[in-house]
């Protein structure tokens, strides 16, 4: 065990010096690490406050709001008043922050790319295994841990529709129209489970539902299915549950006579397109929409029959 843990040490070293942590370009910014995750947090919609920042990113109040102030100052942030609370300010990307964040992931997945390129494809998902289990190892607390199970589960309709209201009221300004398409969907969808292709998958923690995916194999025609309600709960993303999740059903469909794979979402959600075209599927379409009550550009993203 000790020259395991000194390896651990020495391999953290040189990954921090690597990726520029020390100082100098970071990201391909010149801004600190601090505020090059503040802007991505914001981005992805898991930080909507100063007070999120200080949580997510274990910094003191007084030093986020410093680097937001900066970021502000930029012209990368704006900052607007909370509508259900005066008190609170709610952090918005600019389309100047939102370029820049582009920037920063394409950067990143550049870094990325080159050092998986020189590993064979069994070492790359050793890493990407032992990085996410000692990511979550490092987390403190002792949380129960994420199983995936599938079928239904008492509540599950209430507690999928819960967490995508509260997820998109607070990342995106979703309201009551959208609850309710989500409610209302969800619902049609279970009576129709036990029939053949559709399927849901749950990550549970303990007996809390924390993520939902579905497969439904009807609603969008013969040999189609339809990739829908797929969310993690805030502050559980990049775990790996959420891929484990995408996962389970992209092997229900493989499984399956499926001709191919479809997903309706829109742009802005960064995280999640990245997630969708390491699992195979493509932008096919774009369009203005606001069927969720909120106007935003709508994509359609599509997965062909895995060639042998």
Same mark, same amino acid.
């Given at each position: 065990?000790?020259?395991?843990?000194?390896?651990?040490?020495?391999?953290?070293?040189?990954?921090?010096?690597?990726?520029?942590?020390?100082?100098?370009?970071?990201?391909?910014?010149?801004?600190?690490?601090?505020?090059?995750?503040? @802007?991505?947090?914001?981005?992805? +919609?898991?930080?909507?406050?100063?007070?999120?920042? /200080?949580? *997510?990113?274990?910094?003191?109040?007084?030093?986020?709001?410093?680097?937001?102030?900066?970021?502000?100052?930029? =012209?990368?942030?704006?900052?607007?008043?909370?509508?259900?609370?005066?008190?609170?300010?709610?952090?918005?990307?600019?389309?100047?922050?939102?370029?820049?964040?582009?920037? *920063?992931?394409?950067?990143?997945? +550049?870094?990325?790319?080159? !050092?998986?390129?020189?590993?064979?494809?069994?070492?790359?998902?050793?890493?990407?295994?032992?990085?996410?289990?000692?990511?979550?190892?490092?987390?403190?607390?002792? !949380?129960?841990?994420?199983?995936?199970?599938?079928?239904?589960?008492?509540?599950?309709?209430?507690? *999928?529709?819960?967490?995508?209201?509260?997820?998109?009221?607070?990342?995106?300004?979703?309201?009551?129209?959208?609850?309710?398409?989500?409610?209302? +969907? @969800? /619902?049609?969808?279970?009576?129709?489970?036990?029939?053949?292709?559709?399927?849901?998958?749950?990550?549970?923690?303990?007996?809390? *539902?924390?993520?939902?995916?579905?497969?439904? =194999?009807?609603?969008?025609?013969?040999?189609?299915?339809?990739?829908?309600?797929?969310?993690?709960?805030? =502050?559980?993303? +990049?775990?790996?549950?959420?891929?484990?999740?995408?996962?389970?059903?992209?092997?229900?469909?493989?499984?399956?006579?499926?001709?191919?794979?479809?997903?309706?979402?829109?742009?802005? @959600?960064?995280?999640?397109?990245?997630?969708?075209?390491?699992?195979?599927?493509?932008?096919?379409?774009?369009?203005?929409?606001?069927?969720?009550?909120?106007?935003?550009?709508?994509?359609?993203?599509?997965?062909?029959?895995?060639?042998?």
């Amino acid at each position: 065990m000790p020259d395991m843990i000194e390896e651990i040490r020495t391999a953290s070293r040189e990954m921090v010096r690597q990726l520029g942590f020390m100082g100098g370009q970071f990201a391909g910014t010149d801004l600190s690490p601090s505020a090059v995750h503040s @802007l991505i947090e914001i981005g992805a +919609g898991r930080a909507r406050s100063a007070r999120d920042l /200080s949580r *997510i990113l274990r910094l003191g109040k007084s030093s986020v709001s410093r680097m937001l102030a900066r970021l502000v100052r930029m =012209g990368d942030l704006i900052e607007s008043a909370d509508p259900d609370d005066g008190r609170l300010k709610v952090l918005h990307l600019t389309e100047t922050g939102q370029m820049r964040v582009q920037a *920063i992931h394409a950067f990143g997945r +550049g870094q990325v790319a080159g !050092a998986l390129s020189r590993l064979t494809p069994e070492d790359a998902a050793a890493v990407v295994q032992g990085l996410s289990l000692y990511a979550e190892a490092l987390a403190p607390g002792t !949380a129960a841990p994420i199983h995936i199970v599938q079928g239904y589960r008492s509540g599950m309709i209430g507690a *999928i529709t819960a967490m995508h209201a509260r997820h998109y009221a607070r990342a995106w300004g979703f309201g009551q129209g959208f609850e309710a398409v989500v409610a209302q +969907g @969800l /619902s049609e969808f279970c009576t129709r489970l036990d029939m053949p292709g559709n399927g849901i998958w749950l990550a549970l923690r303990g007996d809390e *539902i924390v993520g939902s995916v579905a497969i439904d =194999g009807q609603d969008m025609g013969p040999g189609v299915a339809h990739l829908r309600w797929f969310l993690m709960e805030d =502050g559980l993303r +990049g775990g790996g549950a959420g891929r484990g999740l995408l996962a389970a059903a992209l092997a229900h469909v493989d499984g399956l006579a499926f001709a191919e794979t479809r997903l309706w979402t829109f742009a802005g @959600l960064a995280a999640a397109r990245h997630l969708y075209e390491t699992s195979g599927f493509t932008l096919q379409d774009e369009r203005q929409g606001n069927q969720w009550g909120t106007e935003v550009l709508e994509q359609l993203f599509v997965r062909r029959v895995p060639t042998p």
